[in-house]
């Protein structure tokens, strides 16, 4: 049972009256009796909620900061329903409608549409609907809820798919399809074409130009059909926030740019997130499903307070990779964790394959340092040049044992990250 605003003033009205015409108790029970018989015929002329019908339909997923829209088919089969009807779901979900206004007649069937743009990754399960049916009087009414469910998965936004044609691009080159030609150490024959305006004459083949009688040259593409292995710490390294993300995200965004690049550089691509367990595995997907199984894998990985075992990372990457590979992982640059964590197990990767370390760095660390008006600023700059220098001596170390490292800011690490790739297909390291 509810009360509307409408009640609330044919009370006020019974009280002038027996102020003004009846100031007695009598007339106080007359007032009080009128206002309940009116708001309980009220009711018992609402429609009832209970007897409505819901189903759903509409979007299940939706990546992260982009709008999904929800339609709430309601059927009624009773009497005509009047009122409000409130879909309710988790704040993250971002509702941006206000409950809907209801009036559906007996038998016919309302579309009512729900848009929503979530702030977090992740399954979106709606709570329930709630309506309030108002009787024809407008004093009083029913209100129930139902269960109606439905999920909308709030996938990785992929930000870093701009960078993607540039670095294309710069792959077709490595193929040897534009007209500018591309050697290095392990790149393989490819065929040989007529010399265009532009060319390397140090790839001029001159006796396929004496037999044809005009100048031909050697074109090479890198390997094809290699393995990389992305691995995403999501572990306590992971969680920090840089800019307006956690580090997770940025690490994320990184890998699926370098997914679609390996993918169309015609490599075969596997996912691992990982802490103290497994929290992601993709493994070997075809290549026209890397990305919607990549982001559908991530979209529930949130990053664990917990230190991440390198052991089981090393374990699980051993496990999955037969031929020599890229590994990719994607962690913190943090010195304790990685020299006790990382270091000590990392040499049977390293006498396998060929690893990256791709770690997101924060830019609020430049800007400390480079402030220095004041006694605070100047300890802040003095903190902040001391975590540079010791990420620099962790970066050395790790080239020193064989790891090839990015650090670069959250706008950078991707576009970087691909950089890096496209050097080493380049240079036949993989």
């Known amino acids: 049972m509810v009360l509307t605003g409408r009640a609330g003033l044919l009370a006020a009205a019974g009280v002038v009256f027996v102020a003004l015409v009846m100031p007695s108790w009598a007339g106080v029970g007359v007032v009080v009796g009128a206002v309940l018989v009116i708001s309980l015929v009220d009711i018992l002329l609402a429609g009832s909620p209970r007897r409505l019908q819901f189903s759903r339909e509409g979007d299940n997923a939706v990546r992260l900061g982009e709008q999904a829209v929800v339609n709430l088919l309601v059927t009624n089969p009773g009497r005509r329903g009047r009122g409000l009807l409130r879909d309710a779901w988790p704040p993250s979900a971002g509702v941006l409608d206000r409950p809907h206004k209801l009036d559906i007649p007996s038998g016919e069937r309302r579309r009512l549409t729900t848009h929503l743009v979530p702030t977090r990754r992740g399954d979106r399960q709606s709570v329930r609907v709630t309506v309030r049916a108002i009787g024809p009087l407008g004093f009083a009414g029913r209100q129930g809820s139902q269960q109606v469910p439905w999920t909308v998965r709030a996938l990785p936004p992929f930000k870093s798919r701009k960078h993607l044609p540039s670095r294309l691009a710069r792959l077709r080159e490595l193929d040897g399809r534009t007209a500018l030609l591309v050697r290095g150490q392990g790149t393989e024959f490819d065929s040989l074409r007529d010399y265009v305006p532009g060319d390397d004459v140090r790839s001029i083949d001159w006796r396929a130009t004496a037999r044809r009688g005009n100048v031909v040259l050697r074109t090479w593409r890198p390997e094809r059909d290699r393995q990389v292995a992305i691995v995403i710490d999501s572990g306590r390294l992971s969680a920090g926030r840089v800019g307006d ?73 051993l496990e999955r990779l037969g031929q020599r590979s890229l590994v990719v992982l994607l962690t913190g640059l943090d010195p304790a964790a990685i020299e006790e964590s990382l270091l000590p197990v990392i040499g049977p990767l390293l006498r396998r394959h060929v690893v990256l370390l791709a770690s997101i760095a924060d830019p609020r660390l430049t800007e400390l340092e480079a402030s220095r008006t004041d006694l605070v600023e100047v300890y802040g700059a003095a903190s902040a040049a001391r975590t540079r220098l010791d990420r620099e001596r962790l970066t050395a170390t790790l080239s020193r044992a064989g790891v090839t490292v990015v650090d670069e800011p959250p706008d950078k690490i991707a576009p970087a990250l691909a950089d890096t790739y496209l050097a080493l297909k380049k240079a036949g390291r993989l």
Not at 293 to 315: G, M, P, W
């Open 245 to 317: 993300a956690p580090r997770l995200d940025h690490a994320m965004d990184a890998a699926l740019l370098l997914a679609a690049l390996a993918t169309r550089a015609g490599d075969r691509v596997s996912l691992l997130a990982c802490d103290s367990a497994v929290r992601a595995d993709v493994r070997r997907p075809a290549p026209e499903d890397v990305l919607p199984s990549f982001v559908n894998a991530l979209a529930n990985v949130e990053a664990e307070l917990v230190q991440t075992d390198f052991r089981i990372v090393v374990s699980q990457v």
